[in-house]
């Protein structure tokens, strides 16, 4: 019996690693003998799918607590967990995140990790004394599995290039995608826009974005950035700056709303310079949304063909290809089809099956 654990949901509210790891536990459905304990949780993702039949029937141990997710939720967890993998006779125990604290046994029990990223790693101007603890967390946790599930060849590749011992233990599994909603909300906007999905720091190059709409020159056009927060100064000085205040906005919602605003939309823009996998290109890819993504890191491993691709260090290139797909019906089409069928080489239950062979090797 495969057992997942704690560890994710009570040290996340909610977020993209509870999110695959909901999603790769649904598509495993009843094709495999597996349940999760949950313990005392914070995770606004697992309150809502609880009552999914195919989370709640594999469902042990979970009741929510109030207050933000903390990584002393996970460790007060442990020892109920651990008992948990005794109780139920866990063969397998999949980790959904790196343990704080990890008092399973070695004797009997086979554990699995799934290594998202590599970005703390990449150490820079931005480490810090929490940056290298959660390195030596997450070092730990690779070492002692038996496996290691890398959602991308290029983050196994980043982390074999600093931990190269671990080689013979990890593969690559991609995530799979599916629609978001089968219920999207019209966007109702009364411009075309393109569209900025997520977290807008560092990395994610906000700023290129802002830059590509001004060099497109496509002045019918708004930027809309869903989710990350209300713009800060800083995001506010480089709108004005740009001379593109009014044109681009902030805003918030679920799925059901996310699900249209891809639907709607010019494009999506995925300038990020680092990312373990890229999971909003092939969301944008099956609601019909052409992509622009940096070509960089995962991306066009998951993009593959169907997505364009513009340097972020150029911010005129991104303008070229903005305007090209804004201006041009038949290009946006061509996106449009492309990305349909590279969004349907990716499923949860692809991901599900692959998963269910590895555990049965570790049996």
Not at 137 to 145: D, P, T, V
Request: glycine residues 10%; charged residues 20%; contains cysteine.
């Amino acid at each position: 019996m495969i057992l997942f654990s704690h560890d994710i949901f009570s040290a996340q509210v909610a977020g993209g690693v509870s999110r695959c790891m909901i999603e790769l536990m649904r598509a495993l459905g009843g094709t495999t003998d597996w349940r999760l304990w949950a313990g005392r949780y914070t995770n606004e993702l697992l309150d809502n799918a609880r009552h999914d039949p195919a989370i709640a029937a594999h469902l042990l141990a979970a009741h929510t607590v109030t207050g933000g997710g903390r990584l002393s939720g996970s460790i007060r967890n442990e020892p109920g967990f651990v008992k948990a993998v005794r109780a139920q006779h866990a063969t397998v125990v999949h980790r959904t995140y790196y343990p704080v604290l990890d008092l399973v046994p070695n004797r009997h029990v086979s554990r699995v990790e799934t290594l998202m990223d590599m970005w703390d790693e990449r150490g820079g101007a931005g480490a810090t004394r929490l940056t290298a603890l959660k390195t030596r967390i997450k070092h730990r946790a690779l070492s002692r599995a038996d496996a290691i599930v890398c959602i991308s060849a290029s983050s196994r590749a980043e982390m074999l290039d600093k931990w190269p011992a671990l080689e013979a233990r990890s593969l690559v599994i991609p995530l799979g995608v599916r629609r978001l909603s089968d219920r999207p909300l019209p966007a109702l906007r009364k411009r075309p826009y393109f569209l900025f999905v997520g977290r807008r720091g560092t990395y994610k190059n906000f700023a290129v974005a802002v830059a590509g709409l001004r060099a497109a020159a496509l002045d019918s056009h708004e930027l809309l950035c869903f989710g990350g927060g209300a713009f800060d100064d800083a995001e506010l000085a480089t709108i004005a700056a740009a001379g593109l205040a009014g044109r681009v906005h902030q805003i918030g919602g679920g799925d059901d709303r996310l699900a249209g605003l891809y639907e709607g939309a010019t494009a999506l823009l995925y300038p990020s310079a680092y990312e373990g996998f890229g999971l909003p290109l092939l969301e944008a890819m099956i609601h019909d949304c052409p992509v622009i993504a940096a070509p960089l890191t995962s991306l066009p491993e998951v993009g593959g063909s169907a997505a364009v691709y513009a340097n972020p260090a150029m911010p005129d290139e991104w303008g070229m290809e903005m305007a090209r797909i804004g201006s041009s019906s038949a290009v946006a089409d061509e996106r449009r089809r492309a990305g349909r069928q590279r969004a349907a080489e990716f499923s949860w239950s692809k991901t599900a099956a692959s998963h269910a062979a590895l555990y049965s090797s570790l049996r």
